[in-house]
C-alpha cells in the first residue's frame, strides 16, 4: 500500500493548519461572537455503529478506540476519525466494509464513503468506488484536493490512482466469495447449482427464488451464514476534542449483493453523515434508500441546532422516515420491516444511538460504540418502537 494511503502529506497539514488560522483570525477580525464561542472546551468523545468496537485487523486496538488516543493526543478530528475507520475498512473479517465488503450482484466489491471536516467547512466522498481498501482516504482527498464534493465510479478510482493509492483488481476475500456464491447459488439454482441440494429443487423452488435477492440475503442472515446488521452493513463514526472541533466519516460497501451501480446513503452528504461544527454530527447506518428519501442525518443535525438532545433529535428523523414510507416496506401492524440507526453526537460530547428497532427480533439488546475518557464500551441503542 502507498503512503498515501496510510498518511497525510506534509501539504495536507499545512492546509489544515492554514484552514483554522484563517477562519479562527476572520472571525476574530469580525466580531463574529457565537462563531468564536464554538471553539470553547467540550468533552472529548468518540462514537460509531457497534462494528467500531468489535473489529481490530489483527491489532489490538479497535476504531474507537484509536480515534480517541489519536484525537486526544492532539491529531486533527477527522484524521483521527479516519485513522479509526481504516481498522475496519482493512478487517478482512469484517463483511460490510472495505476489503472484503461483500460484492454487488456481478461479485464487485464496491465502497462508498464520505467525510465532513466541521471547523474546516469541508466535505468529500466517493461512491462505487473499486480497487481501493480505504475509500474514507479517497474521500478525505478529495475534500481537500479538489474543487469537489463527491467523485463516482470510474472517475473515483482514476482520481485515487493519480493520487497515488494503490488500486487492486479485486477486493474479496475467501470468506465474501464463498458468500457470493452461495447467494448466487440461492437466488439462481438453476445457473448455480448447489451439488448439496440440487436433487431436492423443484421448478416451483427456481421460480420462488427468482428476483428474491433480498429475501434471500434474509434469509442467509437467519442461517446464521451473514451477520444481519451487515445487509446493509457500514461504520459511521463521528467525534468532538476539547476545542470543541466536530467531524464525522461514513464508509461502506454497502448492500449486499445490490444491483451494479446502486449506492446507498453513506457518501452522500445530508444522508449517510452531517456535520455542523457548531451544533454536532450525525450518521447512518442500516436501509440507506430510506435515509437517501429524507436526507435525515442532515435532519438530526438541524434538530440539534433547535435545542434537542442527541436522542430527541434521531427520533424525530426516525418518525420522519416512517411517516415517508411506502407501504410494501411496512408491516401488516404498520411498523417499518427494516431499520436504519443513527449515532448522534452533540458538540458537547453528549451522545445516542437510536433505531427503530433497539432490540432484535429475538430479544438481543443492540448496540452503538462509544469511547471517552472512561475507555471503549459497547452502549444500548434505544429503539423508537422497542
Ligand atoms: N446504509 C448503507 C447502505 O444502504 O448502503
Known sequence: MSNTNNDRS???????????????????AAGVGPAIAQFRASRPVVISSANGFVATNGGSETCVERAYRLMTEGTDVLDALIAGVNIVELDPEDSSVGYGGLPDAEGHVTLDSCCMHGPLKRAGGVAALQGVRTPSLVARAVADLTDHHLLV???????????????????NTDLSRRRYLEWRRRIDPAHYPDPQRQANLTPADINRFSNASLKVA????????IDPE??????????????GDVCGVTTT????????????????????????????????????????????????????RRG??????GMAALRRIWENTERRLLLDNGEPA?????YVLGKDGRHAGVAFYG????????????????????????????
Open 153 to 171: 465510479d470510474r472517475g473515483a478510482q482514476d482520481f485515487a490512482r493519480q493520487m497515488g493509492f494503490t488500486i487492486e483488481d479485486d477486493l
Open 10 to 28: 506534509p501539504l495536507l497539514d499545512r492546509r489544515t493548519f492554514l484552514g483554522v488560522s484563517t477562519t479562527i483570525g476572520a472571525m476574530a
Open 359 to 386: 432490540t432484535s427480533a429475538s430479544g438481543n439488546q443492540r448496540n452503538y460504540a462509544v469511547c471517552d475518557e472512561n475507555g471503549g464500551r459497547h452502549e444500548p441503542i434505544e429503539g423508537l418502537i422497542r
Open 338 to 342: 427494516f431499520d436504519v440507526n443513527f
Open 230 to 243: 451487515h445487509l446493509f452493513g457500514t461504520i459511521n463514526c463521528n467525534g468532538v476534542n476539547r476545542n
Open 253 to 304: 460497501s454497502g448492500l449486499a449483493w445490490k444491483i451494479p451501480g446502486r449506492v446507498g446513503d453513506s457518501p452522500i452528504l445530508g444522508a449517510g453523515l452531517y456535520v455542523h461544527n457548531d451544533f454536532g454530527a450525525a450518521g447512518s447506518t442500516g436501509r440507506g434508500e430510506a435515509n437517501l428519501y429524507n436526507l435525515a442525518s442532515f435532519l438530526v443535525v438541524e434538530e440539534l
Open 218 to 225: 434474509e434469509q442467509m442472515a437467519a442461517d446464521g451464514l
Open 308 to 313: 434537542a438532545d442527541p436522542k430527541d433529535a
